[in-house]
């Protein structure tokens, strides 16, 4: 009787049993997930300032004090104008000394080879010895050797009074005067600036992740203040970025643009070639490796299934740009991606962390 009774409460047990495994079963994973929107580059402005396509600053070749300087901010000058100049009456006196050194060197050379002839003569009538004649050579020597060093001088003398005036390159503006007269300057010292008065451009900073989309040639639709719009073209990106910040620097060649697009004004620009959009995915998303990069995307019946991507730039937010792959609105896996199989049904998506789009 013990015996039935115990069989009968282990068959009743066994549909509790199979019921608890069953619903084990039926529980789907619950999963971080995101809706991948394209961000248009296209409608985004950029800001910039208007530049001169050419540039210069001048600087003296030689040593002096800054006697004059002809031009002030904002002078057009022509080509070959002189611009400034160093005090001229030192460079004359430099150039007397230079000249009066070589005389005196040309002097002590001719004494040199004199004495040297009349010891060699003696030492052939055996008055002198050949020690008297090696120092008499030695002294020709070092008198011709100073010689060509007053030479030199007196070469480097001519330049610096030949170089005591700064001239225009060509025609342009004046953007900044930088020393004062009366100052020393040396050799280098930047005297001033110029800015070419034929042809303009836009210079803007982009980030990175805009950059990655552009190439020399793009197009741009550029705005000034109280302007009409005119059209402009990528033409150099700097290769580096600037110290602190991690955008990069753009010229956008102008042409010969209307004159309210002033030296220094501002202008926004916007990506006009055509109609570009970014899609990006957090790093978190992504499995299979740097060699074949992959990301789970939520497709019919909440089933996952990997997706091969191409990759772009690195952006900031642990971002990384994603050039082929998705398309906008697809739903991708962001957490949880290494505990996940192929065709597996998920549950309903929790939702990117800082991400209200997601479902």
Not at 199 to 220: M, T
Not at 260 to 288: D, E, F, H, K, N
Not at 299 to 312: E, I, M, S, Y
């Amino acid at each position: 009787m013990m015996r039935t009774v115990l069989l009968a409460l282990t068959f009743l047990a066994q549909p509790a049993f199979a019921q608890t495994d069953t619903a084990a079963s039926d529980i789907l994973r619950p999963v971080v997930s995101e809706i991948v929107t394209p961000d248009s580059v296209q409608s985004r402005l950029f800001t910039g300032t208007v530049e001169a396509e050419v540039t210069s600053t001048l600087a003296f070749l030689t040593l002096g004090r800054l006697a004059t300087l002809q031009v002030a901010l904002g002078d057009k000058v022509a080509k070959g104008a002189v611009l400034a100049s160093l005090d001229q009456v030192t460079l004359d006196e430099d150039l007397s000394a230079a000249q009066a050194a070589l005389e005196a060197a040309q002097a002590r050379a001719l004494f040199a080879a004199q004495s040297y002839d009349r010891v060699q003569a003696l030492v052939k009538r055996a008055v002198a010895s050949a020690v008297q004649l090696e120092q008499a050579q030695a002294a020709l020597d070092t008198a011709k050797a100073a010689m060509v060093a007053a030479e030199a001088d007196l070469a480097r003398a001519k330049d610096a009074a030949s170089y005591s005036t700064l001239t225009a390159p060509m025609d342009a503006i004046v953007t900044a005067t930088l020393v004062d007269p009366g100052t020393v300057v040396t050799v280098g010292t930047p005297i001033l600036t110029l800015a070419g008065l034929t042809g303009r451009e836009a210079v803007l900073d982009v980030p990175p992740d805009i950059l990655a989309l552009l190439k020399v040639g793009d197009g741009f639709e550029v705005t000034g203040r109280a302007s009409a719009p005119i059209q402009g073209k990528l033409v150099r990106i700097d290769p580096a970025a600037g110290s602190g910040a991690r955008s990069r620097r753009i010229h956008l060649a102008l042409g010969d643009p209307p004159n309210t697009y002033r030296l220094g004004s501002l202008i926004s620009a916007r990506l006009a070639t055509q109609s570009l959009s970014l899609l990006s995915v957090p790093q978190s998303a992504l499995t299979g490796g740097p060699e074949a990069p992959q990301v789970w995307r939520v497709g019919h019946g909440c089933k996952v299934a990997l997706v091969p991507v191409t990759l772009g730039a690195a952006l900031e937010d642990h971002r990384v740009v994603v050039t082929a792959g998705l398309t906008g609105g697809d739903e991708i896996v962001v957490r949880g991606v290494h505990s996940l199989t192929d065709g597996q049904t998920v549950g309903p998506a929790i939702g990117s962390l800082g991400n209200e789009g997601a479902n």
